[in-house]
């Protein structure tokens, strides 16, 4: 739920590679058109789309510590990290209000799901894109044991996620001719970029427990159901909240003109999500992840089954910048929770540990602990190169009558996390498809 786009130079590095119409200053507008911001406003925030943006009615106590912490450490103070710059620290906006989440589904479906000319299906297993005469004419799904055929009159617009994506190409015969031999599936269009340049953010934690008993900051199991009720009945409360409700965004490398390390910062309430241990106390983590990877990785079809999961390298850390770059976030995280803000609930590192003071062990506890962050993306890239999947209008090359539209397009991820940006896509892509 955590509401964040991309910094500028993402969208201007999409422009500057031939991608004309993705720079920032064309996409703000298709940022603002589908925010429903209940606190910011122009020239960045809009207050009349579907997706509700808002602050947490209730913070808790440490997020004002870490805040503190950042300033402590010399850290420049950030009152909107989606404005008009992104360094520094400060509170980050959720996609809920007193409802509850407001998800896609609430924030633009449900708008619009009486339409007589929407048939929504649900349960349903897309297996092929059917292309004839190198065009999208339609395509074939599975719902229960049965299987359908829907014909295209126009396009189709394929929105199946970063890596199902790149799936459905394949098994419709769009992808490297080579990587479809021995599957059965004839080749419709050889395009090599399908399945490849795979980009994700790596989450490592640092964290850290306090001296305040666990009752103190926490409560007793009477006191979690009246807090359920309370957030349930009035939407307010210690339950009104995503957790992650602040962080900062460092320039971990020198040489980068924008920052390069995003961190997210949460009250912990349970065991040690690193190692297993549990523990009685309170604490926090920050999160820590390299927003522009440069390791890449790729997707491939384990059969010609549509059920079976596509096969999955991410190759995390291949690129030795990308571990470099971690360790160093690593170990501006230790100095902010080290800071005078925080000695009054008597924080105590447990992860990576006092015993990791050396860069050789922090990347020993890097590679032990890290994780995704669930943020896929350029599989099917956008651009105008040989290796691009589809245009700048989102089509994919080779193909007529046929666009992906969804986190799978980016040619390079974005410095933040990607849902906004993901709904952005979708903005843009109706405004492509009405314009014909």
């Not at 080579?178 to 989450?203: C, E």
């Not at 360790?327 to 590192?349: H, K, M, N, V, Y």
């Not at 980016?410 to 940006?421: H, Q």
């Not at 896509?425 to 498809?433: M, T």
Request: hydrophobic share 40%.
């Amino acid at each position: 739920m955590v509401y964040m786009r991309g910094n500028r130079g993402d969208f201007d590095h999409r422009r500057d590679l031939g991608c004309t119409g993705w720079g920032y200053e064309d996409v703000l507008a298709l940022f603002k058109r589908s925010e429903n911001n209940q606190r910011l406003e122009e020239p960045f925030h809009g207050r009349s789309g579907g997706l509700i943006v808002s602050d947490q009615p209730d913070r808790n106590p440490m997020t004002a510590m870490f805040l503190e912490a950042c300033a402590q450490s010399q850290m420049r103070r950030n009152p909107d990290v989606n404005g008009a710059d992104r360094e520094g620290y400060g509170h980050f906006q959720m996609t809920a209000d007193a409802k509850g989440r407001c998800h896609t589904d609430r924030a633009f479906l449900d708008p619009v799901k009486h339409l007589a000319n929407l048939r929504i299906v649900t349960n349903a297993l897309v297996t092929r894109i059917v292309v004839e005469g190198g065009r999208a004419t339609g395509i074939e799904y599975v719902k229960g044991s049965a299987g359908h055929r829907i014909s295209a009159g126009r396009e189709v617009i394929l929105c199946s996620g970063a890596l199902n994506s790149p799936k459905r190409l394949m098994l419709s015969g769009i992808c490297p001719a080579a990587h479809l031999a021995g599957f059965g599936i004839a080749v419709q269009a050889d395009l090599p970029g399908v399945g490849q340049k795979l980009q994700d953010h790596l989450m490592v934690g640092y964290r850290a427990e306090v001296a305040k008993p666990l009752t103190t900051f926490g409560m007793t199991a009477a006191g979690a159901e009246a807090a359920t009720a309370e957030f349930l009945a009035l939407g307010t409360g210690p339950f009104a909240t995503n957790f992650c409700e602040a962080g900062a965004f460092l320039r971990c490398d020198p040489a980068e003109t924008w920052p390069d390390v995003q961190v997210h910062f949460e009250p912990d309430f349970g065991p040690d999500r690193m190692d297993g241990s549990l523990t009685d106390r309170h604490g926090f983590i920050m999160w820590i992840n390299v927003s522009r990877p440069k390791s890449r990785g790729e997707v491939r079809l384990r059969s010609a089954d549509p059920f079976d999961k596509p096969a999955v390298d991410p190759r995390y850390l291949t690129d030795r910048r990308d571990l470099e770059t971690t360790i160093d976030a690593l170990l501006q995280c230790r100095a902010i929770a080290s800071a005078e803000a925080f000695r009054p609930i008597g924080t105590r590192e447990i992860w990576p540990g006092e015993g990791a003071r050396t860069r050789a062990a922090a990347e020993a506890c890097v590679r032990a602990s890290a994780s995704t962050i669930w943020h896929p993306s350029g599989l099917c890239r956008m651009g105008v190169d040989a290796m691009a999947v589809v245009d700048p209008a989102q089509r994919v090359r080779e193909v007529e009558g046929l666009r992906v539209t969804d986190a799978s397009i980016m040619p390079r991820i974005v410095s933040a996390n990607t849902d906004a940006t993901c709904i952005m896509i979708g903005e843009k892509a109706a405004d492509l498809v009405l314009a014909g």
